[in-house]
């Protein structure tokens, strides 16, 4: 029988009902329209959509102008509940959100599996939203037309973000999402000023430049620039800011930074 990971922070991070996610999702992507082309790598925040959702937007409206079809998502974020070493993929066949569900691709969770660092865990992925943000942009931009594999990332080095990335890569078919946060909790001129300094390490593809604080997702995010290296592509920033200047206090802020790479 076929089993799914249900939502766990719909109600909290994005709308629970399904009317107003849709209309909240595609708002956001209208403001954010582009005749910019799909990236084959992006890096976006995974805040409550009030805060970073019209950063993500900015990348996700790309995905609207691609010109074949993406059929494999691989989605990569930090681990913010339940700690472990290494990365973690779950049993499940589904991962659920109030637009319905979204398959997810066994043959490539099973592939990453025979890696030694790859554990399954389901309580990993229970209560876990920097992967489950993205799922609503990824259902209203891609439709039902694509697989899922969502990796939660633990106590892990970058080299092996890049390993499981580099199994996975393929063609254009293929298109990997990193989420990550960036500065949390400082005044909104430091973390303006950190922000962009991490903003031209990510352009340049440059991991080392890339401090435990300046990104909560660091560990993935280098490992994405090890494999743009790799593979030749460039990076860029398509937006960046933070909750200050979307719907919070300039005291404490979290910063929120949109990147494609092509």
Same mark, same amino acid.
């Given at each position: ?11 909290? %991070?994005?709308?629970?009902? @399904?009317? !107003?996610? =849709?209309?909240? +999702? ?13 990236? =084959? ?13 019209? +950063? ?32 973690? +993929?779950? /049993? +499940? ?21 025979? @890696?030694? %660092?790859v554990v399954? /865990? ?11 943000? #993205? ?10 037309? %694509?697989?899922?594999?969502?990796? &939660? ?11 499981? @990335? ?6 254009? !078919? ?5 989420? /990550?946060?960036?500065? #949390?909790? @400082? ?20 991991? !080392?430049?890339?401090? %435990? ?22 990076g860029r920033?398509v937006d ?19 990147? &494609?790479?092509?």
């Amino acid at each position: 029988m076929a089993t799914a990971r249900p939502p766990a922070v719909a109600g909290m %991070f994005y709308p629970a009902d @399904l009317a !107003e996610l =849709k209309a909240m +999702v595609d708002g956001m992507l209208a403001e954010a329209a582009t005749d910019e082309a799909a990236p =084959k790598a992006m890096i976006v925040p995974h805040a409550g959509y009030v805060y970073s959702g019209p +950063v993500a937007a900015t990348a996700y409206a790309r995905l609207l102008n691609r010109s074949h079809p993406i059929r494999r998502v691989v989605l990569f974020g930090p681990a913010h509940r339940v700690p472990f070493r290494g990365l973690a +993929v779950p /049993s +499940v066949d589904y991962f659920q959100t109030p637009l319905g569900l979204i398959p997810l691709d066994r043959t490539a969770i099973e592939a990453l599996e025979q @890696l030694p %660092f790859v554990v399954e /865990s389901d309580a990993a992925h229970a209560q876990e939203h920097s992967l489950e943000v #993205h799922l609503p942009f990824l259902q209203e931009t891609l439709g039902e037309g %694509f697989e899922l594999v969502p990796v &939660v990332v633990g106590d892990a080095r970058p080299e092996e973000v890049a390993e499981a @990335l580099e199994l996975l890569w393929d063609g254009p !078919e293929t298109l990997i999402v990193i989420s /990550s946060d960036l500065t #949390h909790y @400082l005044d909104y001129e430091t973390a303006r000023r950190i922000d962009r300094v991490t903003s031209e390490a990510i352009e340049h593809l440059q991991p !080392e430049r890339i401090g %435990f604080e300046q990104a909560c997702g660091r560990i993935p995010v280098q490992g994405l620039l090890l494999e743009a290296r790799r593979h030749g592509l460039h990076g860029r920033t398509v937006d960046l800011r933070n909750s200050g200047d979307t719907a919070g206090p300039r005291d404490q802020v979290v910063g929120y930074g949109a990147y &494609v790479f092509a």
